[in-house]
């Protein structure tokens, strides 16, 4: 059973750019769900996949966007990159929906800079 | 809204010694309750949660933490530290029917000789 993967591990972006993050879920796993950490804070929920269909989304801007595929794989995107955005970005899957108790198993992040 | 608040930024302690990390969460629904554990460049590991009935849940490292409603708390404890617990320590909150993890701000732990 392989667990979580996301990719890549480490990125450097300028302002303005575009930048597409990939997570594979861990087998058997149909949900899939993205979180910001800045550095120093908690992680910060920005949306969540189910199915392939956008299934809850928490306070960030349009630029942020996503993509679920028929295999459960996922892709974050953020267009027009600004400082804030530097953080480590952190893909998460469970089986179910909000509905379900299923626990989330965190892959080890991408580390995203924007200069 | 529900929030959770982490009232300790770090936790300096010895090897052996006994550790409490304190979380507190504000929410107007049932909530399920969690801790994560996050060891330095890795991502978030699930160490225990609350999801219903007895209000102590136990890992399978000695944590430990019980839910208090009353008091809108759910502490984590453990008797004697390692070394090897030295990480960052998150608790976080999910409403019943909420697709979204809540986090607190988290808690380093630093385990000393």
């Known amino acids: 059973e392989t667990g979580v993967t996301q990719s890549p591990t480490h990125l450097i972006k300028t302002r303005g750019q575009q930048v597409t993050l990939r997570c594979s879920s861990q087998s058997g796993h149909n949900t899939v769900s993205w979180y910001q950490q800045a550095l120093g804070q908690g992680p910060q929920f920005i949306f969540q996949y189910y199915r392939e269909e956008e299934n809850g989304r928490g306070n960030f801007p349009p630029r942020f966007s996503g993509l679920q595929f028929p295999n459960y794989s996922s892709e974050l995107n953020v267009n027009a990159l600004e400082l804030d955005d530097s953080a480590l970005y952190l893909c998460?899957?469970?089986?179910?929906?909000?509905?379900?108790?299923?626990?989330?198993?965190f892959g080890e992040g991408s580390r995203l800079t924007v200069l | 809204a529900q929030s959770v608040t982490q009232l300790d930024s770090q936790v300096p302690v010895f090897e052996e010694a006994p550790v409490e990390l304190r979380c507190n969460y504000s929410?107007?629904?049932?909530?399920?309750l969690f801790w994560y554990v996050q060891y330095p460049n890795q991502g978030l590991q699930l160490l225990l949660k609350y999801l219903s009935g007895s209000t102590l849940v136990e890992s399978i490292n000695g944590f430990e933490a019980e839910f208090n409603k009353s008091q809108t708390s759910f502490h984590l404890r453990k008797p004697s530290v390692h070394i090897s617990d030295t990480a960052e320590y998150f608790c976080?909150?999910?409403?019943?029917?909420?697709?979204?993890?809540?986090f607190g701000t988290g808690t380093r732990l630093q385990v000393t000789l």
């Open positions: 976080a909150v999910r409403s019943r029917g909420a697709s979204k993890l809540t």
């Open positions: 929410s107007s629904v049932s909530v399920y």
């Open positions: 998460a899957s469970s089986s179910g929906t909000s509905g379900s108790t299923g626990e989330l198993f």
